[in-house]
């Protein structure tokens, strides 16, 4: 096992065009993060998914902002008309639901090398 | 109130002492918390986990859990100069299954 992959590790674009990101989890987990990061903050919570299912997703997160996992093991998160604010790392991170109990309980989570986006 | 708070440092200390770093959270119900270092330009990467009230020790790191006062601890012994990071605190919060992060503590060992 690899551990958890993102692609690209550096996107650069325009203001205005659409990006996309994609994270393959470490595989047997089901549950996968997509996490936000700007300077000297902590990662902020973006969306999650157990399986194929979409769980949360973070009221912060505008409707530019989409993430799907069709099949329940890869992951893209897409940014449309990107702005200069959406600048960040942007990283994914995958944990197993086998070992915990009911919500509340998690096992660690184990991110990949992030995506860092610069939107000029 | 933010749900996790951490001192965002700088916090100094002298290679071989002890690093003392503090978080504390807001939802009383919380049960999974974790401690995750992050150098410069990297991604996290998970030092330690902690469930129940009391301390966990992993090599040089102690994990502290107090849960009555809302608080958790990471102790970093005989610290060293490759120590030098932010520390990140996670927290689950109740009802869910999402991590909840801390600004993160940025600590620097002196040589």
């Known amino acids: 096992d690899t551990g958890v992959s993102q692609d690209p590790r550096h996107k650069i674009t325009k203001r205005g065009q659409n990006v996309t990101f994609r994270c393959d989890p470490i595989?047997?987990?089901?549950?996968l993060y997509w996490y936000r990061q700007t300077l000297g903050q902590g990662p902020e919570f973006l969306t999650y998914f157990q399986n194929e299912a979409q769980l949360e997703k973070s009221r912060l997160l505008s409707d530019r902002f989409s993430a799907e996992r069709p099949k329940g093991s890869f992951s893209t998160l897409e940014i449309q008309r990107t702005e200069q604010g959406d600048s960040a790392m942007y990283l994914c991170a995958s944990s197993s639901s086998l070992r915990t109990g009911g919500p509340g309980m998690n096992t660690e989570a184990f991110f990949g090398q992030g995506t860092r986006l610069t939107v000029v | 109130q933010k749900e996790v708070e951490q001192n965002s440092g700088p916090l100094s200390v002298p290679e071989g002492a002890i690093a003392s770093l503090n978080c504390t959270y807001s939802d009383r119900g919380s049960q999974s918390f974790f401690w995750y270092r992050q150098y410069s330009g990297k991604s996290p990467e998970l030092i330690m986990f902690i469930y129940s009230n009391g301390d966990k020790e992993d090599g040089r790191f102690t994990a502290q859990l107090n849960k009555a006062s809302q608080y958790v601890s990471l102790l970093i012994r005989d610290s060293q100069p490759s120590d030098s990071a932010t520390y990140l605190c996670?927290?689950?919060?109740?009802?869910?299954?999402?991590?909840?992060f801390g600004t993160g503590t940025r600590l620097k060992v002196l040589a």
């Open positions: 595989s047997e987990h089901n549950r």
């Open positions: 996670a927290v689950i919060t109740s009802g869910t299954y999402k991590y909840i």
